[in-house]
């Protein structure tokens, strides 16, 4: 059955830390892997990653994949309270399967001032 | 470009009642998915419209149906209401064809008592 996990499933820092948030996956015809940012309501579109190797960087926030272990990280660098919210992983497959997201778990993080 | 909008935003049902939620996608966008995120369960993928076709179903029972509009909106349906239905009912919305990344509307928080 084809899964995502996510780890660590919460985390606390201070302001100023860099964090590594993980997700691996075992999913059959994999398409692309997003990564989603959700405070209090939806889910806000971060990365989309489809090729190994290519760091994707938005600001503070990059994300990589590696497709040969499956697996991705987002790193976050001198977080701020701001940062504080639910961080999804899903992974998206090919064919039949295109548009139906196959969520983790998601990491809670917490940055305290 | 306004983003994906749900109604109604909060819901409260009585178990066995029936409940129907609305999504109007970004304009352009023809596909809309739906997923439900609990507390426990995370996020779960229910269904995908495309072009006023379901083309991908999650694991739900018969009692959560849906369908698409000409226009793209889409209604999700819930029959006879059961506690365990109580989540907050999201859907997203893409332009096929690509790597293209979901955007999600806010939400509608339904509650069964």
């Known amino acids: 059955e084809d899964k995502v996990v996510q780890s660590p499933l919460s985390l606390v820092v201070h302001e100023g830390d860099t964090v590594t948030l993980n997700c691996s996956y075992e999913v059959t015809n994999f398409r692309s892997l997003l990564w989603y940012k959700q405070e209090k309501k939806a889910p806000t579109f971060l990365f989309m990653l489809t090729s190994s190797g290519i760091e994707k960087k938005s600001g503070r926030l990059s994300s990589i994949l590696d497709k040969k272990e499956l697996f991705s990280i987002l790193n976050i660098t001198a977080t701020q309270t701001g940062d504080s919210a639910i961080y999804l992983c899903?992974?998206?497959?090919?064919?039949?399967?295109?548009?139906?997201?196959?969520f983790g778990q998601g990491t809670t993080l917490q940055v305290k001032p | 470009k306004a983003g994906v909008t749900q109604t109604p935003r909060y819901l409260i049902k009585t178990r066995g009642q029936q409940v129907t939620l609305s999504c109007s996608p970004i304009s352009g966008h023809r596909s809309v998915s739906w997923y439900q995120q609990t507390p426990g369960q995370g996020l779960q993928f229910l269904f995908e419209?495309?072009?006023?076709?379901?083309?991908n179903k999650g694991n739900f029972p018969g009692r959560f149906s849906g369908r698409q509009f000409s226009n793209s909106r889409s209604e999700m349906n819930v029959s006879t209401l059961e506690l365990g239905d109580s989540a907050l009912y999201l859907c997203?919305?893409?332009?096929?064809?690509?790597?293209?990344?979901?955007?999600f509307g806010p939400g509608t928080r339904l509650t069964v008592t």
């Open positions: 997203a919305s893409s332009s096929p064809g690509g790597y293209v990344e979901q955007y």
């Open positions: 899903a992974v998206e497959r090919t064919g039949g399967n295109t548009g139906k997201l196959i």
């Open positions: 419209y495309f072009s006023e076709t379901q083309r």
